[in-house]
Each structure stands twice: as structure tokens, then as C-alpha cells.
């Protein structure tokens, strides 16, 4: 629900339980409390997708026995994996650019205790009109940082499960060439064509590729989004690391981005979601301004976690039973 600072408060204060996103001179202003928080102006609310720096995206967990809030940074992150509840559900905020986020991305993936523990969230961001810091917020001490993630450990009832989705629109052409990197990195120069070594940023352009469509890898059916974010004279970044002796191809062209996204959004069976966050990409290539997708409402990010990091995606949690 997107709500007042005056609002916020009151909850925080008589003692509710919350994750919350919202600009950071709001977040500021927050009394100390069982909360999370983190940066971004951006939201999909009930009313549609909007910029707001006077309101907060405030998500009550009202369904926890317990909870229990740390932080991390760079050489602990996956200390994540060892505090969490038996039965229970990970929300984790990072910050967009920070070191600990980057360790994440880069080593998630090969974290096989992360796949035991149900891990949702994602990477605060700012106002890009505007020269912006994202922070993340451990409102049990009233601190805010932005070089270490916050994780909120939900204890659930023994007879509820967390369930974690994403919705991807992309999908791959398996006859378009397999492209291959060397490393697990966030930004690359070489990369294998068909087995043929290119400068990545050559082919890119070469190939008059359109930029907005995410490479993608085919885990046995999910697809996997990786999107670029640059491409430079000699090196191409992207907003989560590709990694080595992975299969990618550039995903299949969406002629009409919002349309598709629409269309996925309408396939999906989630009812009543108790978390869900959509990336800043679709936000801006599928012209959310304005545009409701129900019943999928939280913060825009920078990235999306649904136990690894994501792009150009749509997470959601349900509690089931």
C-alpha cells in the first residue's frame, strides 16, 4: 500500500512489522521500529506505475510468528543463507552499485544453500532525473547504509510455505548463435560467437542488436535475464554479471513491450502476493507510467532477487497454506 509519512509512523509505532520503500528524505524521517527499508522513487501502486516522493510503499507482514533483522556487507553477504528461520522467508534489500551487491550477484548462483531457504527481494535505486545515492535502512537501530544489505528473517507458521515466482517476458530463438563468456563479471570485452572469438561491443554493433532485449539463458525451461547496460568503445557493462560456460542468447525481439508484459501479467495465477517488485527497465521500456498490472504492486528496482539477482523481471512471494 502506498501511504503517508504520517501514516508510516503510526504504524511503525504501534508496533507492526514492515518492509518499506520510498525516497530517501522520507526514509529519513522514520522513527526507529520493527522495519526494513529501502531507496526509490518509483512504484507500481494501485492507481498504476508513478514516481513519488511524498508517499511510501508500505508492505504490513502480518502473517510472521517472528523476525529478526541483520545486516551485511561484502565479505559476509552469505551469512544470509545461515540465519534464517527452518521454516520461514528472506527479504533482502541491497544497494544498487554497492560492493556487497556485486558479491551477490556475481556468486549467488553457486550458493546451493540458498536454494534450501526461500530468499526474496531487491536493489534500491534512486531518482535518475538526478545524481542519487541508494541506501538501504535496519530500522530496529534507525541506520541506514549504502555499502551493505539488510536482510528481514520472517519466521512462518508450521503450516505455511513461501512460494517465489518471477515473471519474465523473454524468451530465446535456440537457432541464433550461442553466445559464451569467460568469467563471471558485470562488464566483459571478449566474448565466443559460435565458438569464435569477438569483441563484444563490436558484434553489438555490428549486429545492429537492440539493446533493450536482455541476453537470456535457458535453465531446463526459466528463463534468465541479463541486461546490458552499456556498450563503450572496447567493453559492454551489464546491470547483473554474466556468467562463464553459460549458454546466452539474445532474447526474442517484443515488438510491443507493454503488450507482452500485459499478456504475462493476465497468465499468471498469483491472488493475493505479500511482496512483489518490478525492474526499473520495464518500468521505462514498457511505459508503466500510469499503468496498472494488479494485483502487482510495490517498489521499482534495480534489480530483483528471487534467491539470485535478476533483471528485467517481475518477483512476487505468496504465503500458501
Known sequence: MLITLDDTVKLIEEGKTLHIAADETLLEKLPKGKWIGGTTPYFMSDDGGLLSKDRLFVNEIDFAEDTNVKTYGKYNIFQVVEECYENGLTILIMPY???????????????????????????????????????????????????????????????????????????????????????????????????????FARYIEKKGIDTKMPLVADYNGSYINTSIKGVGDDTVSFYAPVFRNVDYRFAVKVDDYAKEFEKKINETGAVNPVFSCNCILNYQYGNLYGHKIPPYTGPVTFGEVAYQLLNQTLVYCEILG
Open 97 to 199: 552499485g554497492s560492493k556487497v551487491a556485486a558479491k551477490y550477484a556475481k556468486e549467488a548462483p553457486e550458493v546451493e544453500e540458498l536454494l534450501m531457504h526461500p530468499t526474496v527481494g531487491w536493489i534500491s535505486g534512486f531518482d535518475l532525473s538526478g545524481d542519487g545515492e541508494a541506501k538501504v535502512y535496519d530500522g530496529t537501530s534507525g541506520e541506514s547504509y549504502s555499502d551493505r544489505a539488510v536482510a528481514m528473517y520472517i519466521k512462518l507458521p508450521e503450516n505455511k510455505t513461501a512460494m517465489i515466482n518471477m515473471i519474465n517476458i523473454f524468451t530465446d530463438d535456440k537457432t541464433d548463435p550461442v553466445i559464451r563468456f569467460y568469467d563471471n563479471d558485470l562488464s566483459v570485452s571478449k566474448c565466443t560467437v559460435n565458438g569464435q572469438e569477438v569483441n
